[in-house]
């Protein structure tokens, strides 16, 4: 059974950090494709940070650059971001995704096969 089971979601005033970790099990982590995507209430689901397992190459949203970073532990078949000098518009249910794998890492939220519950961020202003 696929399982991406996020953590750390919660709420922090502006300025501040968290950090989001996803497990994911019932599936190969090496050659895959992981990504962490957000929603906003009456916004579409957007792309926030992008890793390839095997590689490493990373992609980060321009919104989130500078303050969010993306990293992943293939010992522990995890993807974390950290998230700093967090703003109101960061405010979302944040979801961890996995991509079929060998294919190639994308932003967009329709190609992605595996889903975890997602996590609620909220930060006040």
């Known amino acids: 059974q696929v399982q991406l089971v996020e953590s750390g979601g919660g709420s922090v005033q502006a300025g501040g950090s968290l950090s989001l970790s996803c497990a994911v099990s019932?599936?190969?982590?090496?050659?895959?494709?992981l990504a962490w995507f957000r929603q906003a209430p009456g916004k579409e689901r957007e792309a926030v940070a992008v890793v390839h397992t095997t590689s490493g190459d990373a992609y980060i949203a321009a919104y989130v650059h500078g303050r969010f970073t993306i990293s992943r532990d293939n010992s522990k078949n995890t993807v974390s971001l950290q998230m700093n000098i967090l703003k109101s518009e960061d405010t979302a249910v944040y979801y961890c995704?996995?991509?079929?794998?060998?294919?190639?890492?994308?932003?967009?939220?329709?190609?992605?096969?595996?889903w975890g519950q997602g996590t609620q961020v909220t930060v006040s202003s």
């Open positions: 019932g599936l190969p982590f090496s050659d895959r494709c």
């Open positions: 995704a996995a991509r079929s794998r060998q294919l190639p890492c994308s932003t967009d939220p329709g190609s992605f096969g595996f």
